[in-house]
């Protein structure tokens, strides 16, 4: 690990945030083209369109359980490279797909890139920064897809107007990938993903599943990622709430950006972890079940926006327990957010499912109620953890 943070780190820092970030950007616009997609295939049924995101979630979950093995045989340089390559051809493919599972393979492809990225975050952070800019840098990686998320919400909209078709549009940001990628050849570097005379640069996912901890972080982060895509995607078609769903979801994704930016400050005044965990799932569980079942607009708004505030402050302190517990090294880090993003994502799939299946039998009051005790993982796993903080 450097203990002197230096401009290379900082360049490395912001190539690869940005590359991640625009990840997010490309997704997105591709998710708003929908539409126009479906027509250019000849498809009817919006229900194919669902294939799109079960190619991402199975590109996520692959990608994650062979990020460290991926890590360990092309070292740093060319595996994140790989990643950051990965997205711009998954853009590639798609856009020229002469069929749709051409196109599906294309997001499949980009997915995966993404998936690769967001294990490598860790690692990376781990080697180049130490100290207080530590938890500064996690916040910052932990809000990059949101970052991205705003980007797509200010740029996506004007560049559709401008280049009016889709294959036009979803190569401007194509470009920007691509760009970012080149960045990364220029400015990217190999680095030790273990100290000397240890083995953990050959820590593997099988060795990390032996070890407890690495079933409580996901365990633990599951809960929060499920409560959080119910409320962007199921909790707006509901009609369950006291004013419009739709906006209260809105409200979440802002008060997740304010939350990120508070964890920044969090991070730099107060130094254990499993407090704020604790705390924070207690309080975005509540939240959540005063934005469902309140009359009143008001106080559903302001829960709303505090849960997305609580659902994205500890965040940093979640991350921060694998990067400190003893012993801990890029190579071996890199193993457990592996298993930590993979783990994460089934249980959400699963949990997804069953919450699609209560909705079909028993409505969405029903499934909401489900969400909010699912929820409370968050609250339950800061109990568990290790307190790895000072």
């Given at each position: 690990m450097?203990?002197?943070?230096?401009?290379?780190?900082?360049?490395?820092?912001i190539v690869m945030f940005f590359t991640y970030a625009f990840f997010a950007v490309n997704w997105i616009a591709g998710s708003t083209l929908t539409p126009q997609i479906m027509e250019h295939f000849g498809l009817t049924s919006f229900a194919s369109a669902t294939l799109i995101s079960n190619a991402i979630t199975l590109a996520k979950i692959i990608g994650n359980f062979l990020a460290a093995g991926i890590l360990v045989k092309l070292m740093p340089k060319k595996a994140i490279g790989l990643g950051s390559l990965l997205i711009v051809l998954g853009c590639v493919i798609a856009i020229f797909a002469p069929a749709y599972w051409m196109f599906i393979l294309g997001r499949f492809v980009m997915g995966f890139g993404g998936a690769l990225y967001v294990v490598y975050f860790s690692p990376v952070v781990l080697h180049y920064f130490s100290g207080k800019v530590l938890p500064v840098v996690n916040t910052l990686n932990?809000?990059?897809?949101?970052?991205?998320?705003?980007?797509?919400?200010?740029?996506?909209?004007?560049?559709?107007?401008?280049?009016?078709?889709?294959?036009?549009s979803m190569a401007f940001f194509a470009v920007i990938s691509a760009i970012l990628f080149v960045l990364w050849l220029m400015f990217g570097e190999n680095f030790q993903l273990a100290s000397k005379g240890?083995?953990?640069?050959?820590?593997?996912?099988?060795?990390?599943?032996?070890?407890?901890?690495?079933?409580?972080l996901p365990l633990t982060y599951s809960g929060l990622l499920t409560f959080y895509l119910v409320l962007l995607t199921i909790?707006?078609?509901?009609?369950?709430?006291?004013?419009?769903?739709?906006?209260?979801?809105?409200?979440?994704?802002?008060?997740?950006?304010?939350?990120?930016?508070?964890?920044?400050?969090?991070?730099?005044?107060?130094?254990?972890?499993?407090?704020?965990?604790?705390?924070?799932?207690?309080?975005?569980?509540?939240?959540?079940?005063?934005?469902?079942?309140?009359?009143?607009?008001?106080?559903?708004?302001?829960?709303?926006?505090?849960?997305?505030?609580?659902?994205?402050?500890?965040?940093?302190?979640?991350?921060?327990?694998?990067?400190?517990?003893?012993?801990?090294?890029?190579?071996?880090?890199?193993?457990?957010?592996?298993?930590?993003?993979?783990?994460?994502?089934?249980?959400?799939?699963?949990?997804?499912?069953?919450?699609?299946f209560i909705v079909d039998g028993f409505g969405y009051q029903a499934a909401m109620i489900f969400t909010l005790v699912v929820s409370l993982t968050f609250f339950i796993g800061g109990f568990l953890l290790p307190e790895t903080g000072k």
């Open positions: 450097n203990e002197k943070t230096t401009s290379r780190a900082w360049i490395i820092e932990s809000a990059a897809y949101n970052i991205g998320s705003i980007l797509a919400m200010i740029i996506v909209a004007p560049v559709i107007a401008w280049l009016k078709n889709w294959q036009y240890s083995n953990a640069q050959s820590f593997t996912i099988a060795q990390a599943m032996k070890e407890k901890i690495n079933w409580l909790f707006p078609i509901s009609g369950f709430a006291a004013i419009n769903a739709s906006s209260l979801s809105t409200l979440v994704a802002v008060g997740g950006i304010v939350g990120s930016l508070a964890a920044i400050w969090l991070a730099r005044v107060y130094h254990k972890r499993r407090p704020v965990i604790i705390l924070c799932g207690a309080i975005m569980s509540a939240c959540g079940a005063l934005m469902m079942f309140t009359q009143n607009g008001v106080l559903a708004a302001i829960a709303a926006f505090l849960i997305g505030f609580f659902m994205f402050l500890p965040m940093t302190s979640l991350v921060l327990i694998p990067q400190e517990l003893p012993g801990m090294t890029p190579g071996k880090l890199t193993a457990v957010m592996g298993l930590f993003w993979a783990v994460s994502y089934i249980i959400e799939t699963l949990l997804y499912f069953v919450i699609g």
